[in-house]
């Protein structure tokens, strides 16, 4: 913990990367329910 | 060069993106995962690369403001040196940013440390503010020790020009965006292929979301960088109008009930909008004064466009190239998803209704 305390750039990069993280799982869950859905409309 | 790697970055986003080509079907997870971790890597070297000027750099802040130091690559090319009565040391150094300019480094004994740590010719960023000559500089911190890439100080722009990597391509895929839903417009109109209109729907939409998101980011720079969040800059005004002029595109959707009419006005609407947009984005930023880089009264055509000014080395050109391809693919997910969720409601209609 020391390193990032005097290291704060990679606080930051770690809060965008956390976040990014967190987008980009929803991207993909909602990729996946539309193509249940898809599924679904199509048989 | 930097027009080829900008051009490259952004056109292998469109091609990808396009793959597989019916914008209709899922991405496989190939695409998704390259989409993902182009934007995770695009992240990191945005902000992880610390800062790194010249000697000169720091010669041209001090006739600014002799008190402010700046992050300079430099080597030590020597280590031994005896304290003089003040308590510093002077070490011989050269820049390692302009031909191996030899140069004094002036340090206190825990920087001198810091920097003998390191080793001898090893590249080390140092802020430095510059002492009593053009070629004695005094050393205040060791910022970094052999770091794998640094981005270029600009003077008065510092930490902030990193918002290069992600306000940019976001305003440069919006106008793409809105090119594509012209295209699929006309596309719908002489078709007449309801997918054209799911699609042209789509880009119109993630264009708009990325056009809001350059807005905010830049608002953001420009509380940092000018003083206030917004100041009716042309800039700022000219992606305001665009931003009503495509608010008014989903009012317009909005309104209509019946599919077919929906469509095609809202195409018509499409190709008219877009006529504005060159001018708004392209050509009246660069026609008025202002603040924005590359405005009327800006010495440069502003750091993508000029061709003399150095503000965009060829490290941040290759960043900001990874920039517009991660964000390009991000934006088809985007668009993706949202014209098959149009295609999805559509065909959910179709099976309630009865005829």
């Known amino acids: 913990m020391p390193f990032l305390t005097s290291n704060a ?31 679904r409309i199509d048989r | 060069m930097k027009f080829v790697l900008m051009l490259a970055g952004s056109l292998l986003g469109l091609a990808i993106g396009y793959i597989p080509r019916r914008l209709h079907q899922p991405r496989p997870s190939w695409w998704r995962i390259i989409a993902i971790l182009s ?3 695009v992240v990191v070297l945005a902000i992880y690369p610390p800062l790194a000027g010249s000697t000169i750099d720091a010669v041209i802040q ?4 002799s008190t402010k130091s ?30 191996k300019r030899p140069i004094m480094l002036r340090a206190y004994q825990p920087v001198l440390d810091a920097i003998a740590a390191a080793g001898e010719n090893v590249p080390v960023v140092v802020r430095v503010r510059r002492a009593e000559s053009d070629l004695v500089f005094q050393a205040d911190e060791v910022v970094a020790v052999d770091p794998v890439v640094t981005l270029p100080y600009i003077m008065g722009l510092e930490e902030r020009s990193r918002i290069l990597f992600f306000h940019v391509p976001m305003s440069w895929i919006a106008t793409i965006a809105y090119l594509l839903s012209m295209i699929y417009g006309i596309s719908y109109l002489r078709k007449r292929t309801i997918e054209s209109d799911d699609i042209s729907v789509a880009m119109a939409s993630v264009g708009t979301l990325y056009a809001i998101l350059a807005t905010l980011t830049g608002a953001v720079w420009a509380k940092f960088n000018w003083g206030s969040f917004w100041n009716w800059d042309p800039r700022q005004t000219s992606i305001f109008i665009l931003l009503l002029i495509y608010g008014a595109y989903f009012l317009l959707r909005s309104s209509i009930e019946d599919r077919a009419r929906r469509a095609r006005l809202s195409s ?22 202002g603040l924005h880089p590359g405005s009327a009264d800006d010495s440069t055509a502003g750091p993508l466009l ?4 150095d503000s965009l080395n060829s490290t941040k050109q290759v960043i900001y190239s990874i920039a517009l391809f991660a964000f390009t693919l991000v934006f088809f997910w985007l668009a993706n998803l949202r014209i098959r969720t149009e295609r999805a409601m559509r065909m959910t209609r179709v099976s309630e209704d009865p005829s």
């Open chain 2, 268 to 289: 018509a609407y499409a190709i008219v909008a877009f006529a504005t947009v060159p001018f708004l984005v392209f050509v009246l930023p660069r026609l008025l004064p």
């Open chain 1, 9 to 39: 750039i990679y606080v930051v990069l770690i809060t965008a990367l956390v976040i990014w993280a967190g987008v980009a799982i929803y991207l993909q869950r909602v990729d996946a329910r539309l193509r249940e859905l898809e599924s």
């Open chain 2, 70 to 99: 700046v992050p300079v690559l430099i080597r030590a090319t020597q280590l031994q040196a005896s304290p003089d009565e003040q308590g510093t040391f002077l070490l011989p150094a050269e820049d390692a940013r302009v031909a």
């Open chain 2, 39 to 41: 934007v995770a890597v």
């Open chain 2, 306 to 309: 000029s061709l003399t000014s």
């Open chain 2, 62 to 65: 001090h006739r600014a403001d």
